[in-house]
């Protein structure tokens, strides 16, 4: 099947809510081969040093299942994002695990030449699995195992972006045989071949003679009367029937289905710290911040002593900068400039800016003049990741000219983020630059995890280090 080329685009990598939660056999071994992996390597290891599986194995086996799954890496991601997942989850996962056997003594019912080498096998062991079933599983499902047959009522970017989906996902076995639309061809989205098998009035029957198991409506929501009579249509079938809205076609935010009393409702734009997860965020915060600002107190003050050695002016610069919600909110920094700009217009610091005082450079550089920001994660203004909080009067200006800006204020502002750590830190001279921030940010709030959390905080040092675009 052809698709058109203005398909093509970076919206690949998004997957439809419609068809990311089916149960599949891939998605089963995605859920399932972590925690088995790491139950596994576990009795093996105890097992090749002669230790009996008592007790204390079955109880550690059955808390290290439960505290890993489902597993979050998949089979369509690129390798670099799976080993940063599993880096992340494991390392999570281990100082948990050792942070309660040290503290009830229960990790000296073990010896420590099995604990050593199941830290070691586990991760060893779960990438080779992955790989080979990455390998396997399309040659698998290609012969016909777990595969399911398709259609897609609509010849439009939702239909069409949904069969891409499939074509360019193997791992969730369905073949899409055609496509069916009421139109003249000349009204389709695209001049590209496309293998039409007919009109709507003609699907029951077509799904019936062909034995197709599912059916994807990607109609516009204004053709509700042929909706309905196709479904009626349909009941005299087996087929799976998916309605795909063609409000799909835009980039949701946390979208997801939910109910309000007995009234089904989507998602389109939503934080994702909601429930267990925002109480999850918020904690993290409060303890990350409380420990930095114990151990760097020393620094800070230094910091404090220089800035005020440096040049007249006050140790703290204070900026008005949107927060939650959009409400304004007092960010803090160490002074690092002579100005202090906070007013109607705010001129970005760009390179060699003479403003910024030889000390303020340095400190800069080092992001060093950041570090009172976790007092405000500590008041709930900000988080320690998250969307970088632009100056108000900044804004003002974005907001009017990139689409969705305002939407990664649905969170706190961070101290460090995903579009810093990726080449987006420092000044953003262009609309383009600012655009490709915002779209850093969005990305972020669609994918949130604690574990994407910690590597952005371990990309955040190596980049400080480096002292890339930080003027």
């Not at 058109?4 to 939660?21: A, E, G, T, V, Y």
């Not at 750590?421 to 779209?439: A, L």
């Not at 574990?451 to 990309?459: A, E, P, Q, S, T």
Request: aromatic residues 10%; hydrophobic residues 45%.
């Amino acid at each position: 099947m052809h698709m058109p080329q203005h398909l093509r685009s970076d919206r690949s990598r998004k997957r439809n809510l419609l068809w990311r939660s089916s149960f599949t056999l891939s998605s089963a071994i995605e859920a399932f081969l972590y925690p088995l992996i790491v139950v596994a390597t576990l009795l093996l290891t105890a097992s090749y040093y002669g230790d009996r599986i008592e007790p204390p194995y079955i109880i550690l086996a059955a808390l290290s299942f439960a505290m890993t799954f489902p597993g979050e890496a998949t089979f369509h991601e690129q390798p670099k994002r799976v080993l940063r997942k599993l880096g992340t989850s494991w390392s999570l996962f281990v100082c948990i695990m050792g942070a309660f056997g040290i503290a009830t003594k229960y990790i000296t019912a073990f010896p420590d030449e099995v604990l050593t080498r199941w830290l070691v096998a586990t991760p060893i062991a779960y990438l080779i699995a992955y790989s080979a079933l990455r390998l396997a599983l399309p040659h698998v499902i290609s012969m016909g195992y777990n595969q399911r047959t398709a259609i897609i009522v609509g010849v439009n970017d939702t239909g069409l972006g949904l069969a891409r989906q499939f074509i360019e996902d193997p791992y969730l076995g369905m073949r899409v045989i055609g496509f069916f639309d009421d139109r003249h061809p000349a009204r389709f989205v695209s001049t590209t071949e496309i293998d039409v098998k007919g009109r709507l009035d003609e699907v029951a029957e077509f799904v019936k003679q062909r034995h197709i198991e599912a059916i994807y409506l990607a109609l516009p929501m204004a053709t509700q009367p042929r909706i309905l009579h196709l479904l009626d249509d349909l009941k005299d079938t087996t087929a799976s029937i998916y309605f795909v809205p063609d409000i799909f076609v835009t980039d949701l935010i946390q979208g997801r289905l939910g109910r309000v009393g007995n009234m089904p409702v989507v998602a389109v734009c939503e934080t994702p710290f909601t429930g267990f997860d925002g109480v999850l965020k918020r904690t993290s915060d409060i303890a990350l911040s409380f420990i930095i600002l114990t151990l760097l107190s020393p620094v800070m003050l230094a910091l404090a002593i220089g800035v005020k050695l440096s040049s007249p002016g006050p140790v703290i610069f204070k900026q008005r900068r949107y927060g939650l919600d959009g409400k304004e909110i007092l960010v803090y920094k160490f002074r690092s400039m002579t100005a202090l700009d906070d007013g109607a217009v705010v001129r970005q610091a760009t390179k060699d800016d003479q403003r910024i005082t030889p000390f303020g450079a340095f400190i800069r550089r080092t992001s060093l003049d950041e570090l009172p920001q976790f007092v405000n994660v500590l008041q709930g203004r900000m988080s320690i990741v998250g969307p970088r909080p632009h100056a108000v009067a900044h804004n003002e200006v974005y907001r009017k000219v990139i689409k969705g800006y305002m939407i990664r204020h649905k969170v706190r502002p961070g101290v460090t983020g995903w579009a810093q750590v990726n080449g987006y830190r420092g000044e953003t001279e262009t609309v383009d630059k600012m655009e490709q921030r915002v779209e850093f940010d969005l990305e972020y709030l669609r994918n949130w995890s604690l574990g994407l959390d910690l590597w952005i905080i371990v990309k955040t040092i190596l980049v400080v280090v480096t002292g890339k675009n930080a003027y």
